[in-house]
């Protein structure tokens, strides 16, 4: 079993970038396996940037799902509120 890093615990990231023919669901599916096994109290959208930086590659689809990843922490979506009660 290979060992994983901090921004990468279970090398999930890693390896996907060297899975020929995987597909953008797949690597969702992976990103989000990622992302449950990230600490809590870690800084998801540098970990992302991290993975970015470092396996980043045009055109694979991973890159993508990162890419996505990193605009949504950035950009969080209120939930709930007063409006959300009433219905």
């Known amino acids: 079993m290979k060992k994983g ?3 990468d615990p279970k090398a999930l990231i890693s390896e996907a970038y060297k899975i020929d023919g995987i597909t953008a669901e797949e690597c969702r599916s992976i990103f989000l396996d990622w992302a449950l096994s990230v600490p809590v109290d870690a800084d998801s959208t540098a970990l992302i940037a991290l993975l970015l930086e470092r396996h ?16 949504t922490m950035q950009k969080p979506r209120r939930r709930g509120g007063l409006s959300r009660r009433r219905a």
């Open 5 to 7: 890093t901090l921004e």
């Open 56 to 71: 980043g590659v045009d055109g694979h689809p991973m890159t993508q799902v990162l890419r996505d990843g990193l605009e």
